[in-house]
């Protein structure tokens, strides 16, 4: 399959192009200045996809110290992938899976050993793209969203 995307950093002048397409994938919606703090702190995992010079998909990550799991004992970073959307008309073309796998080389630079998301359980697509890549349902959060729905913590090694 063509590839008709490409990949790039974030730039503050994405700002209000990825806030269009959280609000419209998204119910949960962040301030401007939150976008911009991970933009700042970790732009190696900040990153956009455009397409005929559009942005049509984004993610946004940060890197935390947490204690590990799978048995890798102690602190370790762990990358957390804060959010990640992709509009209708990116959709079906590996934009949400170049975009993980971007990210997820971003938080090996910044020394991660883990990555880590949530997912609501009824996002099947989703669920389906992150096993694909790798990731594992670690637990399940109840009432983890605003709407009360639960979501998968899925989790893999980096």
């Known amino acids: 399959m063509q590839q008709t995307f490409n990949l790039r950093k974030f730039t503050p002048d994405d700002l209000q192009a990825v806030m269009q397409i959280n609000?419209?994938?998204?119910?949960?919606?962040y301030m401007d200045f939150f976008f911009m703090d991970l933009h700042q702190r970790f732009p190696e995992t900040f990153i956009v996809a455009e397409e005929n010079g559009k942005i049509v998909g984004y993610i946004m990550c940060r890197v935390e110290v947490g204690l590990a799991s799978f048995g890798l004992g102690g602190l370790i970073?762990?990358?957390?992938v804060v959010s990640i959307a992709v509009l209708p008309q990116g959709r079906r073309k590996g934009v949400a899976q170049a975009l993980m796998n971007r990210a997820m080389e971003g938080m090996r630079d910044y020394k991660a050993k883990l990555c880590y998301l949530e997912v609501r359980v009824t996002n099947d697509p989703g669920v389906a793209l992150y096993k694909k890549l790798g990731f594992e349902v670690s637990k399940t959060i109840h009432g983890y969203y605003s709407d009360n729905e639960d979501a998968y913590v899925m989790t893999k090694k980096l």
């Open 23 to 29: 609000r419209y994938c998204l119910p949960e919606n």
């Open 77 to 80: 970073r762990k990358g957390h």
